[in-house]
């Protein structure tokens, strides 16, 4: 007699089900459907909330990619002068590079506000802003090579595969705007050294990962519908695409309900989600992102380029609800001035005003006492000179080499003190030694002030529960108004 197929074929879910008595259906459910279960509730019931009036609501994170040095911005070091070109006591420094005596900074400070705070040359308008500032000159990390370094700023963790901080934050707090990305990157172009890992959700899931935007270089070309691929369909105009995104949305329905386990598969509830938000992008997103309609004294303020587009940006998408923006200076390592620290000047005069500019803009925005914005390198430089390597020729040069013991961060709104010092490097500015905050100290800070409980915020994965400051992490609140 012919077989004769059934009507239906058997899924693998239905077959892991059933062969075997079951147990390899027992087995995936215990691998899988216990994380995703209490991810996706989780939200439901926030545990990880401290109070439901948080200090602040979102986060404008600032990244001068490649390494400022602290002791040529915002950490001065007169002992530097006293010693210049003398051997750094104690001797070799251990360095990734060959290294020589100690190297002066090239760059004037002055002390300015009502605080007092000494500011290098290279930063004249946010000088004008040490008022609101609140800066921590002891932050410290692990390991001096730029990736690692990046991902343990952006993620946690010194290697790949770890939720960004904006993935951590979206997944703990939501969206209020549920027409844009709770979470944007935005950088003229990717990769930048390490690239999308450092604004990968990981294991969270996908609705959770930053949404990368690309700077237009060329300002007279600047369209809104171009930044963002695939925003806008010439073919199809709103309504067609709705029925569209509403019959592939009853199909995952229908799906999730005639195959058993998944009536609650937060995988296809989140594509589902994100087509979603990608549709209702298309009203909202080219108005946002469209920095043409703020007036010319504003445009005038932030100054032109990259970062100056950037920093405006995120004050339009914050001012719509948007949980997290972090703003990239440029692909690859643009700080990362091994031979010739005056290099400094150009970077610096691209970021200075800008910086600034998004500081008096939210404040007069009205947003400032609720968005933390966080600034800093992935670690900072060296106080001794940066003696040459076979490919820079072999000569001596006035750059820094990496140095992850001791940099400046700073911080400005959401709650945290104004006009304020924290923390101090040696008298050379080689190492963190009053007060040393660690990565993950600044990461639980910024958790605290959105109303979370860095402890707490954990998702199961792989057998034990994860969290943005992994073990450890200290809250300081010594920086809090």
């Not at 003229?188 to 609705?207: K, R, Y």
């Not at 500019?357 to 968005?371: C, F, M, S, V």
């Not at 992935?378 to 140095?403: C, K, L, W, Y």
Request: proline content about 6%.
């Amino acid at each position: 007699m012919r077989h004769k197929p059934a009507a239906n074929a058997i899924t693998r879910r239905d077959a892991l089900r059933t062969m075997g008595c079951g147990f390899g259906y027992l087995s995936l459910a215990s691998l899988v459907g216990q994380s995703l279960a209490r991810a996706e509730s989780s939200l439901d019931h926030p545990g990880w909330m401290i109070t439901d009036q948080p200090k602040a609501k979102h986060v404008i994170f600032l990244f001068m990619n490649g390494g400022l040095s602290q002791v040529d911005s915002f950490d001065p070091k007169p002992a530097l002068e006293k010693y210049h070109g003398q051997p750094m006591p104690g001797g070799d420094l251990q360095h990734e590079r060959k290294t020589g005596n100690l190297m002066k900074s090239p760059f004037s400070f002055k002390k300015y506000g009502q605080s007092g705070m000494e500011v290098s040359e290279i930063f004249p308008h946010l000088a004008e802003c040490v008022d609101d500032m609140c800066f921590v000159r002891s932050v410290y990390t692990e390991i001096p090579n730029h990736e690692p370094a990046l991902l343990m700023m952006n993620t946690g963790a010194n290697f790949a595969g770890r939720p960004s901080m904006g993935s951590w934050l979206t997944y703990g707090l939501g969206t209020t705007n549920k027409n844009l990305p709770g979470f944007v990157v935005l950088c003229p172009d990717v990769p930048t050294t390490v690239g999308p890992p450092l604004w990968s959700s990981a294991f969270l899931s996908p609705v959770h990962q930053g949404t990368y935007v690309a700077d237009v270089i060329d300002k007279s070309e600047f369209d809104p519908l171009k930044l963002i691929s695939n925003i806008h369909n010439d073919r199809f105009d709103l309504k067609q695409q709705q029925k569209e995104i509403d019959l592939v949305k009853q199909l995952d329905q229908l799906q999730m309900r005639s195959t058993p386990g998944s009536a609650h598969d937060p995988q296809l509830e989140a594509t589902i989600g994100a087509m979603e938000t990608a549709f209702r992008m298309q009203t909202e997103a080219p108005d946002v992102f469209d920095v043409r309609k703020e007036s010319e004294a504003t445009i005038k303020m932030y100054g032109e380029g990259s970062t100056a587009r950037g920093c405006l940006t995120a004050a339009r998408l914050i001012e719509r609800g948007v949980r997290m923006v972090q703003i990239y200076y440029a692909k690859g390592d643009p700080w990362d001035h091994h031979f010739d620290i005056e290099m400094h000047r150009k970077t610096g005069r691209d970021s200075d005003q800008p910086f600034a500019a998004l500081i008096k803009d939210l404040k007069a925005r009205g947003l400032l006492d609720e968005t933390i914005i966080v600034a800093g390198s992935e670690f900072g430089r060296t106080p001794v000179v940066e003696v040459g390597s076979a490919f820079m020729g072999g000569q001596t040069h006035n750059g820094r080499d990496h140095n992850p013991h001791g940099f400046t961060m700073w911080l400005a709104g959401g709650g945290f003190k104004q006009g304020f010092s924290y923390g101090a490097t040696d008298d050379f500015g080689w190492k963190a030694i009053q007060n040393p905050v660690h990565v993950h100290d600044i990461h639980a800070t910024i958790l605290y002030q959105l109303g979370i409980d860095h402890t707490k915020l954990t998702y199961h994965y792989s057998g034990r529960d994860y969290r943005l400051t992994d073990l450890a992490g200290n809250v300081i609140h010594d920086l809090l108004a």
